[in-house]
């Protein structure tokens, strides 16, 4: 479709440059214009675009363009087990609430559970997903048909499947649609032996792929790593190559200097998810200190078990409100830097380079914030805004590859919604 956006605050991100009143147009999946509106002769010479014939024209009516949220890090079939095994611990939650339901759960029930947590995801602005679950063929399906952009994620362990497995879908699940990309990874240290995460290795080098991982969730985790090996999580992947070719990890919350060097040296990208880590009481983790070392940052806001909501918004205020409690200092964590966490670092750590900001010829994955509500009135600083009082019903439109998915509290990415709704419950009885 062809869509022109106009009346708008728009918020590129793009490094140095300031909120302004334009329009931008879109056509198919991508932006070709964005600007003032006043150098339009310049811009049709120049592109060699001739008159466009408009699907749609938007007023914006003031209202704030600007790229879509990334949740770097989720595991969407979670939706199931949303308020089942609250106020435990990490361990006790995975090992006697989680993976035994989990053991019984299909890829049918993976795939209705996504879509679930797809039209979460919409509300609350999310353009794109860094998804790790159980059966990522199903996953890419339900994203593929409702128009979500995902970074599938491996989560190789202990239990499976095997490491060709994942060599296959890095091949199949690449090359699958527009929307879709796969990245090799694995669960975590202390679901994987020695020699999984050697043959691991083995085939990053093959590929010279990143690697993306759970890691440093918790003191425990730490620990146990510590007595099996002597070293640290990062100490240990660092040592059996698995940081070679850079890479995410998620969490980092009981990190060392020396493990943040180590993730420095290697440009691994951290994805903080505050809401799970506090939620789990895992820990807070030590942004301030990242930001420093200028590890790269993102956001993810982890399974809707372990959260329970898909809201970046609130992940986007605890990742300042937590730094600036742990270090005991308001001045922490500034709001535009977490706004740059969770659209364009975002995007960068999970390769989608076309998708970071809004620019000429990118990926227009784009969402409309409502300033026409009472939480966004007076208008002062309105990125801050979006950071320290935005909630999701400020989200006035979620637009993925040049297609509105939703608007105005509609949803336009399926017609099945209460179908949704109806089959995550079958399931959940059946997984009791």
Request: charged share 25%.
């Amino acid at each position: 479709m062809n869509i022109r956006f106009y009346n708008a605050r728009i918020l590129t991100m793009q490094q140095g440059e300031e909120l302004f009143t334009g329009e931008i147009w879109v056509r198919d999946d991508r932006i070709v214009y964005l600007g003032t509106g006043v150098d339009l002769d310049e811009f049709y010479k120049k592109s060699g675009i001739g008159a466009i014939a408009w699907d749609r024209q938007i007023d914006c009516d003031g209202n704030v363009l600007m790229p879509g949220f990334k949740n770097a890090h989720t595991h969407s079939g979670m939706t199931v087990f949303r308020s089942l095994a609250d106020d435990l611990n990490l361990q006790d939650w995975l090992n006697t609430m989680i993976f035994p339901r989990e053991a019984k759960m299909t890829g049918e029930d993976c795939y209705y559970l996504t879509k679930l947590a797809i039209l979460e995801y919409l509300t609350s602005g999310v353009t794109a997903i860094g998804d790790m679950y159980l059966t990522p063929e199903t996953i890419a399906d339900a994203c593929e048909e409702m128009g979500m952009r995902c970074v599938l994620v491996s989560g190789l362990n202990k239990f499976g499947p095997a490491v060709s497995v994942m060599e296959e879908r890095y091949h199949n699940l690449n090359n699958k649609s527009k929307l879709i990309s796969y990245k090799m990874g694995v669960h975590a240290e202390y679901t994987c032996s020695k020699e999984l995460l050697t043959e691991v290795s083995k085939l990053i080098h093959q590929y010279k792929a990143p690697l993306y991982v759970h890691m440093s969730e918790t003191a425990t985790e730490v620990a146990e790593c510590m007595e099996r090996y002597q070293m640290t999580p990062p100490a240990l992947f660092e040592s059996l190559g698995l940081f070679d070719f850079g890479g995410t990890i998620y969490h980092g919350v009981h990190v060392t200097e020396e493990d943040m060097d180590i993730l420095k040296k290697h440009h691994i990208h951290v994805v903080t998810n505050p809401a799970s880590n506090a939620k789990l009481a895992s820990g807070i983790a030590p942004i301030t200190q990242y930001l420093q070392k200028e590890i790269p940052l993102s956001i993810g806001t982890d399974g809707p078990s372990s959260n329970n909501c898909l809201d970046m918004f609130r992940e986007m205020f605890l990742v300042t409100a937590l730094a600036k409690l742990k270090e005991n200092d308001p001045k922490a964590v500034d709001a535009m830097e977490v706004l740059k966490m969770a659209t364009v670092n975002g995007a960068i750590g999970m390769q989608l380079n076309d998708c970071d900001v809004l620019a000429e010829g990118k990926m227009a994955d784009i969402i409309m914030i409502d300033l026409h509500q009472p939480n966004m009135q007076p208008l002062h600083n309105i990125p801050k805004n979006i950071v320290y009082s935005g909630s999701k019903m400020n989200v006035k439109m979620t637009m993925i590859g040049g297609k509105i998915l939703y608007e105005d509290g509609k949803f336009l990415c399926c017609n099945n919604v209460e179908e949704i709704y109806q089959k995550a419950n079958e399931i959940k009885d059946r997984l009791k």
